[in-house]
């Protein structure tokens, strides 16, 4: 097997377990977007570029996700 297929299987065996374990949406989400950072950071030089790109844009909107739940989180504990 290459490298870029332990690499997705990596990712997908990452994001089973976490949606199995994760108490919450925000915390599956948060769990997800460190997955993809890791596949990314590891294979950098292993994935082909549309893969990379793809993982970048995903990254992209998890990171946009975990920013609202921390603001709204934040918001929580300031109003309660």
Not at 2 to 24: D, G, T
């Amino acid at each position: 097997m290459a490298v870029r297929e332990y690499l997705m299987i990596f990712l997908s065996v990452w994001i089973v377990i976490s949606a199995v374990l994760s108490p919450s949406t925000e915390v599956f989400l948060t769990v997800t977007l460190i997955g993809i950072l890791i596949t990314l950071d590891v294979g950098e030089f292993y994935l082909p570029e549309e893969t990379k790109e793809g993982l970048k844009y995903s990254a992209y909107f998890l990171l946009l996700v975990f920013l609202v739940v921390v603001a709204m989180k934040v918001y929580e504990i300031l109003s309660g």
